[in-house]
């Protein structure tokens, strides 16, 4: 079991928790994740490490309630514990001899972000994050980003926070004015991730993509995770998630990512006729 030390609540969809872990703190790195069970006979469903202390023991899970086991993980509280907990998972993000990096966080994506740009700082890079939300109210992490970043821009789809804009328009910005990156880093829909990476190629600039929004199983062994990279077929839970943007055939993954639409949704209205017989009952 591991328990739930901290618990916050970042908007009105999304949730923090610090889970009680040192073998995995220990290990932990950017990009990297893991694989919780809530109880028994639950799903496994794979989570990004958003952060880590190796001091405390603790690993920092940033979750959006979509689906029936992140509703029931937000169900739990500080003192509650997971039932299983495992990792860490994937391949480390390669960040070594970068003098300069823009990150780019959509949405969730930005938990995700978060870590690349925290050890890019620790490691003396010059960073400039651009984080983009739909609206101000579901914008997470701005003062923790700001803190690992020598610039951060935070756009609204509607300019709700009073800086309207996608983050391709704040990166091409950025580009124009001669800030000249030694690779960009892009984590969050893929949709988001394509339009960077359709920018960046015509700079000339090396790009990394997370591929974590199509992993379900998280060890291969499902194959839902498959993405073609540069003609070739890769998993994303054991071959990445990290991938170079250019050479991901996006509109494959989007499709495939389609096919679960109606599957999930079945799995997520099941559990809310359980969960609500059980209050009712």
């Keep these: 079991m591991y328990k739930i030390v901290r618990k916050e609540v970042l908007n009105s969809q999304v949730k923090l928790m610090d889970i009680y872990a040192p073998a995995i703190a220990k290990k932990a790195q950017p990009g990297q994740f893991i694989i919780l069970r809530v109880y028994d006979g639950g799903?496994?469903?794979?989570?990004?490490?958003?952060?880590?202390?190796?001091?405390?023991?603790?690993?920092?899970?940033?979750?959006?309630?979509?689906?029936?086991?992140?509703?029931?993980?937000?169900?739990?509280?500080?003192?509650?514990?997971?039932?299983?907990?495992v990792g860490p998972l994937g391949v480390a993000s390669h960040l070594d001899g970068l003098k300069k990096v823009a990150v780019i966080g959509g949405g969730l994506g930005t938990a995700i972000a978060f870590p690349q740009a925290k050890e890019l700082h620790n490691l003396g890079a010059e960073v400039h994050s651009i984080i983009g939300f739909r609206n101000k109210d579901l914008i997470i992490l701005e003062k923790e980003v700001a803190a690992v970043s020598d610039k951060v821009f935070v756009t609204t789809d509607d300019g709700s926070n009073g800086n309207k804009g996608f983050?391709?328009?704040?990166?091409?910005?950025?580009?124009?004015?001669?800030?000249?990156?030694?690779?960009?880093?892009?984590?969050?829909?893929?949709?988001?991730?394509?339009?960077?990476?359709?920018?960046?190629?015509k700079y000339g600039i090396k790009t990394i993509v997370s591929m974590n929004p199509v992993m379900i199983d998280g060890t291969g062994m499902c194959g839902g995770c498959r993405v073609t990279v540069g003609g070739e077929t890769k998993f994303a839970c054991v071959d990445g998630p990290d991938f170079d943007g250019h050479l991901i055939d996006f509109d494959e993954a989007m499709r495939r990512q389609r096919m679960y639409k109606e599957h999930e949704k079945l799995s997520e209205e099941k559990h809310e006729c359980r969960m609500g017989g059980a209050l009712n009952g």
């Design 43 to 85: 799903e496994r469903i794979p989570l990004t490490i958003a952060d880590y202390d190796r001091e405390k023991g603790t690993v920092t899970i940033i979750y959006q309630e979509v689906g029936k086991t992140t509703k029931l993980l937000g169900t739990l509280n500080e003192g509650d514990s997971i039932l299983d907990f």
């Design 167 to 201: 983050v391709t328009d704040v990166l091409k910005n950025l580009i124009e004015e001669g800030n000249q990156y030694d690779l960009v880093i892009a984590i969050g829909p893929l949709i988001m991730m394509k339009v960077v990476c359709d920018l960046t190629k």
